[in-house]
């Protein structure tokens, strides 16, 4: 296959929008949020990207912006005259006031610790994750520190 | 008999004021419902107070002393074995003070894996929140007598990330620190300089002797 027609393909999905390529095997895309389970399912599914190498949470005041990274290993897409696997980028952006998306750590079990962190340092909710804690900062602490808008007033007060 | 100085906590001994004999009040134990809640820092407490208050009794504490003394503090002095726990950076500097070119086993160092045999505990980093509970462990299964030295920025004072969400202000807000090496990171150099001013601080503020006191 042609990294043109995945492209296409992808492109012709739901919910999809903003496809561009980055680099030569690497596409970008833009997804909305209510589609994007489905997408996700079928990018798995039927594309054979059976890695979630990276996922990203973003504050771009004032919506979040969420940056999926899969890696398709053993499906060989040529890319000029050379068969190599290719990369997909998805950004999914999300309302400041409902920053839930659908969890997808069923279909790459590897997502389920990238969407932990996602939660504990932004707060991005991930609807039918299994297990969502906080993974690097310790239990009860108060608020999500990478946000924008995240005022820690206690080291003013110390120093 | 007159002279009798008897030391120890109250909380621990009974009878301090009664008309026992003196082997009996001297070595008695601590009350039952003590052993439960016994700190290692509290028997070691009970211990000492035993066995002073015999030897201050009999008169063998000077004698005992004055041999035992410059044996233990050498003891103490040559082999402080550190802890092998790495924090960040500073830990890979601790690794490169064991390597051929520094070879700090010449000091006596011997890391040891388990905090139970250790005399030495390292912060060799930034302890955040979430690690500061653990490290409080570490310190507090260490046999005494312990010490601790704090190496580079982040342990002595939290460094470039005092103003972290997440990130301890240095090690010395939770546990008490003997010896501070500033650096960013550490050297070799500076590591072996840190113990050797341990070793120079127990040379001249510890006891080192088979009588604690």
């Known amino acids: 296959m042609e990294i043109k027609e995945l492209m296409q393909e992808l492109s012709a999905l739901k919910g999809v929008s903003n496809a561009s390529m980055i680099r030569d095997n690497v596409v970008k895309l833009d997804i909305d949020k209510n589609s994007s389970k489905e997408?996700?399912?079928k990018l798995r599914d039927d594309f054979g990207f059976e890695h979630c190498s990276l996922i990203t949470a973003i504050d771009n005041q004032p919506e979040?912006?969420?940056?999926?990274?899969?890696?398709?290993?053993?499906?060989?897409?040529?890319?000029?005259?050379?068969?190599?696997?290719?990369m997909m980028e998805a950004h999914v952006f999300l309302e400041r006031d409902t920053p839930t998306i659908e969890s997808i750590s069923d279909l790459w079990g590897g997502a389920n610790w990238h969407e932990r962190e996602a939660f504990d340092l932004m707060g991005i909710y991930f609807v039918g994750h299994p297990d969502l804690r906080r993974v690097l900062l310790p239990e009860g602490f108060a608020g999500h520190p990478l946000r924008k808008d995240y005022v820690y007033e206690i080291h003013e007060e110390e120093w | 008999m007159s002279s009798k100085k008897v030391r120890g906590n109250p909380g621990l001994r009974r009878g301090v004021g009664s008309k026992t004999t003196d082997l009996d009040e001297i070595m008695e134990d601590p009350p039952a419902g003590d052993w439960l809640t016994l700190r290692s820092d509290q028997l070691l407490e009970w211990i000492d107070n035993a066995?002073?208050?015999?030897?201050?009794?009999?008169?063998?504490?000077?004698?005992?002393?004055?041999?035992?003394?410059?044996?233990?503090?050498?003891?103490?002095?040559?082999?402080?074995?550190?802890?092998?726990?790495?924090?960040?950076?500073?830990?890979?500097?601790?690794?490169?003070?064991?390597?051929?070119?520094?070879?700090?086993?010449?000091?006596?160092?011997?890391?040891?894996?388990?905090?139970?045999?250790?005399?030495?505990?390292?912060?060799?980093?930034?302890?955040?929140e979430?690690?500061?509970?653990?490290?409080?462990?570490?310190?507090?299964?260490?046999?005494?007598?312990?010490?601790?030295?704090?190496?580079?920025?982040?342990?002595?004072?939290?460094?470039?990330?005092?103003?972290?969400y997440s990130v301890v202000a240095g090690a010395d807000t939770f546990i008490p620190v003997d010896v501070y090496i500033p650096g960013c990171p550490v050297r070799p150099e500076a590591l072996m300089h840190g113990f050797l001013t341990l070793q120079k601080k127990i040379r001249e503020k510890e006891p080192g002797m088979f009588l604690r006191r």
């Open chain 2, 130 to 164: 979430k690690l500061r509970p653990k490290l409080k462990t570490l310190y507090e299964q260490m046999p005494e007598p312990k010490w601790v030295i704090a190496m580079g920025e982040c342990a002595i004072s939290g460094g470039p990330y005092w103003d972290s």
């Open chain 2, 51 to 128: 066995v002073y208050n015999v030897a201050e009794t009999t008169g063998m504490r000077e004698v005992v002393n004055r041999v035992t003394r410059p044996i233990f503090n050498y003891g103490q002095r040559f082999s402080p074995h550190p802890l092998h726990f790495g924090i960040m950076c500073c830990a890979i500097e601790m690794g490169q003070a064991s390597a051929p070119d520094h070879d700090i086993d010449r000091l006596g160092l011997v890391y040891r894996s388990s905090p139970r045999q250790c005399d030495v505990l390292i912060v060799n980093g930034p302890v955040c």
């Open chain 1, 64 to 86: 979040f912006e969420l940056v999926y990274h899969f890696t398709s290993v053993n499906k060989s897409v040529t890319v000029g005259s050379t068969d190599m696997s290719v």
């Open chain 1, 39 to 41: 997408f996700f399912t």
